[in-house]
T-cell receptor
């Protein structure tokens, strides 16, 4: 079974400050990891993903995340927060079914990011 | 715009009723996933279909069922509705690479 833990249900930063959202996962197989963002009353938008290869992955809107196998972590960062980054962020791990079928996503509980002027 | 469409956007109904939620995946995607988002349970996987066949089941209640049609659109049927079924229901579609693209969701309110 797979699981995801997001440390901190709420994170508050000032505009221009570093954003760090923490995610730890548990997986019995090599994980595929994702960060999604959800703005109020909208669906989930993919920020970035790690499947194989380079462990530092860059996503949209200046976000990046680093896959650290030894720490079972996939923390999301952004050097300088913007007001428009305020949203809820979800870390997810994929249940890799392999072949031509695609695994379900197991999500963390989400982290609400607040950005203060 | 993810390319995944869901209808209706909002649904208000009474306990004991039955509703159908519809999802059209992105062009070319054969897999459709259904998720439920609620305040107490968070985002939970319900069921997956691949090219018309059920592939995986999550914590889906027996009162809930789904199917995927030959044109690849999918429907989630919820019956004998209870207050606790009130939630956002998302459909997602995917292809090789394991990323899933989410629709805007259907907000179900059971009164």
């Amino acid at each position: 079974a797979q699981s995801v833990t997001q440390l901190g249900s709420h994170v508050s930063v000032s505009e221009g400050a570093l954003v760090l959202l923490r995610c730890n996962y548990s997986s019995s197989v090599p994980p595929y990891l994702f960060w999604y963002v959800q703005y109020p009353n909208q669906g989930l938008q993919l920020l970035l993903k790690y499947t194989t290869g380079a462990t530092l992955v860059k996503g949209i809107n200046g976000f990046e995340a680093e896959f650290k196998k030894s720490e079972t972590s996939f923390h999301l960062t952004k050097p300088s927060a913007h007001m428009s980054d305020a949203a809820e962020y979800f870390c997810a791990v994929s249940d890799d079914a392999g072949g031509t079928s695609y695994g379900k996503l197991t999500f963390g509980q989400g982290t609400i990011l607040t950005v203060h002027p | 715009d993810s390319g995944v469409t869901q209808t209706p956007k909002h649904l208000i109904t009474a306990t004991g009723q039955r509703v159908t939620l519809r999802c059209s995946p992105r062009s070319g995607d054969l897999s459709v996933y259904w998720y439920q988002q609620s305040l107490d349970q968070g985002l939970q996987f319900l069921i997956q279909y691949y090219n018309g066949e059920e592939r995986a089941k999550g914590n889906i209640l027996e009162r809930f069922s789904a199917q995927q049609f030959p044109d690849l659109h999918s429907e989630l049927n919820l019956s004998s509705l209870e207050l606790g079924d009130s939630a956002l229901y998302f459909c997602a579609s995917g292809r090789r690479g394991h990323e899933q693209f989410f629709g805007p969701g259907t907000r179900l309110t059971v009164l």
